[in-house]
């Protein structure tokens, strides 16, 4: 930079390599003195052009430090790369090693099975927790330890663990129908594909899939409040109502034929052997109906007042309870009267694989019988309130809903000591309750809801 008396003036020698210094002085404004005194420099006034320069040098340095930035980011995401590739051949490798360690025979002597007794083993595998045996891989064993884990203990090992992650809240039934506006549901039962039917106070029936909860189908033909139902081993519905008709249905929903001659509400429908159905009602008279052709077969008379529950027993015996405090026994083959239970006014009935027969009361009590004998084993008492449902499963698991918003749990093993932690249900008032040949158990509501657990 050269000070003279007029101006300051800057040497510009940063030009491109390629241009001739002169021309390019040539072409700028350049004073008469600077031009004579150095002709051979561009000495030009200062117009601020020096910023300009020093700000493309600027730009180009960031763009030079932006390009090596990416140059060492691509480096690094090849790295990463490389990386993934080795993780998911190892993965592939380790998930290959325990598919063969699991399909690998089992050493001769070193299977337990081999040399311990099935009593043994059970009561071992009876300490295995809960998981374990529920989402466990021990069934895909071999057969014998399928056999084991399919035992009687086990599964009902299994069954408990279920019912208590229900009372734990760690998982929740299944909604099939209702939004809790909806009239009562007083009647359930399920077909052996797995179908459920229900009866509500709107004199509908309603077929529900077990797998999904999707509504199948409405069956239309009452004109009052349905307050029985059965399905046959075919899928043949037998339905009774307030209009004191029973009806027989299709397995496509299809209306078959009308069972008429009760004069008043049909309460209970039981389906017994030797092709018989068994209507229930409020007339005090129970009539045995065909399934073959409907035709009335008989008429069963002994109870003072209304007949609100049927059940049949393991050896086709067949068990009525009254609004009269009693329960009698009746036989399968001719209708003879055989004993009579006293003791409580019971609603529900329930019969179990092992020839008991459950009663379920106003007084709040679940009563168990021997039978025949007409002898009260126990009481089982739990519920706060009118016991109106009861189910027993194939494996003598015993299920009680009552109007104090609760579903209990009693297994065969634990009926002296209790039911497991009661299943509670804010605010609804359980009306009916079915196990399906699944395992499901359905319980239906007074405010329409439905649940499968």
């Not at 990416?70 to 998911?88: I, K, T, Y």
């Not at 009239?183 to 797998?211: F, K």
């Not at 008279?285 to 007949?307: D, F, K, Y």
Request: with cysteine; net charge positive.
């Amino acid at each position: 930079e050269l000070n003279y008396p007029t101006a300051n003036f800057v040497i510009y020698s940063y030009l491109p390599r390629r241009l001739n210094l002169k021309r390019a002085a040539a072409m700028l404004p350049v004073s008469k003195r600077s031009r004579e005194s150095s002709p051979s420099l561009a000495v030009v006034p200062d117009y601020g052009w020096s910023d300009e320069f020093r700000r493309i040098e600027g730009i180009k340095s960031r763009l030079t430090r932006l390009r090596s930035r990416e140059h060492e980011v691509r480096e690094a995401e090849e790295s990463l790369q490389n990386e993934r590739f080795r993780l998911q051949n190892d993965i592939s490798a380790a998930e290959r090693e325990l598919s063969d360690a699991m399909n690998a025979p089992v050493g001769s002597g070193q299977d337990p099975t081999e040399w311990l007794p099935d009593e043994v083993m059970i009561a071992i595998l009876l300490m295995v927790p809960y998981p374990m045996l529920w989402h466990g891989r021990l069934a895909l064993v071999c057969h014998r330890w399928r056999n084991l884990v399919s035992s009687r203990p086990l599964q009902s090992r299994k069954r408990r663990g279920r019912w208590a992650a229900y009372a734990k809240g760690w998982i929740t039934p299944r909604k099939l129908g209702g939004n809790g506006n909806e009239v009562a549901v007083r009647a359930l039962a399920v077909a052996p594909d797995g179908t459920m039917y229900s009866g509500s106070g709107d004199g509908l029936i309603r077929a529900w899939s077990g797998s999904d909860g999707a509504l199948l189908r409405t069956l239309h033909g009452h004109t009052a409040e349905i307050r029985a139902l059965e399905v046959g081993p075919n899928g043949t519905v037998y339905s009774g109502s307030h209009d004191r008709a029973v009806r027989v249905w299709s397995a496509t929903g299809m209306s078959v034929r009308v069972l008429l001659g009760h004069t008043k509400k049909v309460m209970s429908i039981a389906l017994g052997r030797n092709a018989k159905i068994y209507s229930g009602s409020d007339d005090g008279t129970i009539r045995v109906w065909s399934t073959i052709n409907g035709a009335h077969l008989q008429t069963l008379e002994g109870h003072a007042s209304a007949v609100r529950a049927l059940a049949i027993g393991a050896d086709g015996t067949v068990y009525s309870a009254a609004t009269d405090a009693t329960i009698r026994v009746w036989s399968p083959e001719n209708g003879e009267h055989l004993a009579i239970f006293e003791g409580h006014w019971v609603v529900a009935l329930a019969c179990g694989p092992d020839g008991r027969v459950y009663s379920g009361s106003v007084d709040h009590a679940i009563r168990v019988w021997s039978g025949k004998p007409g002898h009260a084993l126990q009481s089982l008492k739990g519920h706060d309130n009118d016991v109106v449902a009861l189910a027993c499963s194939s494996d003598g698991t015993l299920y009680s809903g009552a109007w104090d918003n609760t579903l209990r749990v009693w297994f065969p093993q634990d009926i002296a000591g209790g039911s497991v932690p009661n299943l509670r249900m804010d605010n609804v008032r359980i009306a009916a309750l079915t196990c399906g040949p699944d395992g499901n158990v359905y319980t239906a509501s007074l405010n329409g809801v439905i649940h499968m657990w």
